[in-house]
């Protein structure tokens, strides 16, 4: 990680952000949404505005077998499968044209390789969760009674914007290890002619898709991503969602004391929602061919009761 010539934060700025970055209390006591509240409904509308081409990609990264238990049952004509004369739909155990397959899945989606989204209550500092609820509320049979997955069932609907940071730095990627700072952050804007505003979803491109495209491993222990130091930045200018093409931290973060800072900082003082492990390379050839670098952004959990998050399938709309 380049550091040289930075003026870094210490190990204490980073835990006093807990305090100094924290939304607790700022929407109400009762609040699961966090830095969600940006995205009104004016946000909304201007986000709609950002459709200029009518063009939409995916953001997300195809769920593959291996990363998933599944089993699939096929049946290729209904009247054979056992029970079928019982079966209470008219006709079923007659129709011989009529099959069907479907699938029971499992599935870990935190970690290195699905792109997923982070609510609030998927990371506790000394016990507590956003907004100061206790991790207590997160059951290991029932899941969380608070800022779960759930609390954004209406969707996340807002202005994205794309930083390509490997770009900035005129690298086809980022080594792992290397973290993107605030200067990056805005240099990519003035490079890029977009100012990141209030309520929009920021997604840093770090290159690791393209890796990731040419047969290279997801993040790990080592890895491309946001600095800590971003964080400051972010609450300033009232983000409200923020990605990356990692798993989100720069790893090492250089901070002994700190497991994932950003993850910690972010979700539990913050509020601050997180896309990890976007396919962005689709999202990048599309701004440079159009010359746009903003466009409507639309996320939809599923809806899995109490769950620290979803996966999901990121569009952005030109």
């Known amino acids: 990680m380049t550091t040289v010539g930075r003026q870094l ?15 607790w209390g700022r929407w109400g006591d009762d609040d699961e949404l966090g830095t969600l509240n940006h995205i009104t409904d004016d946000v909304r509308l201007a986000a709609a505005r950002a459709v200029r081409h009518g063009r939409s990609v995916s953001c997300a990264w195809e769920v593959a077998v291996p990363e998933m238990e599944r089993s699939t049952t096929t049946c290729p004509c209904a009247a054979d499968m056992p029970g079928a004369e019982d079966m209470p739909v008219p006709g079923f155990h007659n129709d011989r044209r009529w099959g069907f397959s479907h699938e029971r899945l499992g599935i870990m989606f935190h970690g290195n390789t699905i792109t997923h989204v982070d609510s609030p ?16 509320l997160v059951d290991t049979e029932t899941g969380s009674d608070w800022a779960a997955v759930t609390a954004a069932a209406n969707g996340i609907v807002t202005r994205g914007v794309l930083l390509d940071i490997a770009g900035v730095r005129d690298v086809p990627w980022l080594e792992p290890g290397e973290g993107v700072f605030p200067e990056d952050l805005e240099a990519a804007e003035r490079r890029q002619g977009v100012r990141v505003g209030s309520g929009d979803a920021v997604l840093i491109r770090t290159g690791a898709g393209r890796v990731r495209h040419g047969g290279g491993e997801a ?100």
């Open 9 to 23: 934060p210490t190990q204490d700025d980073v835990l006093g952000y807990f305090e100094t970055l924290s939304n």
């Open 121 to 136: 209550c998927h990371i506790f500092w000394d016990g507590q969760t956003y907004n100061g609820r206790s991790h207590s």
């Open 219 to 318: 993040g790990g222990i080592t890895q491309a991503g946001w600095h800590v130091s971003c964080l400051p930045w972010l609450r300033e200018r009232e983000v409200a969602l923020i990605g990356a093409d990692t798993p989100q931290d720069v790893q090492p973060s250089g901070y002994e004391d700190v497991l994932m800072p950003v993850h910690a900082v972010s979700l539990v003082a913050m509020g601050l929602w997180m896309l990890d492990n976007c396919d962005l390379e689709e999202c990048l050839s599309t701004a440079t061919e159009l010359g746009q670098w903003d466009f409507h952004l639309a996320v939809a959990p599923v809806r899995f009761a109490g769950t620290s998050g979803s996966p999901v399938n990121p569009i952005a709309t030109f």
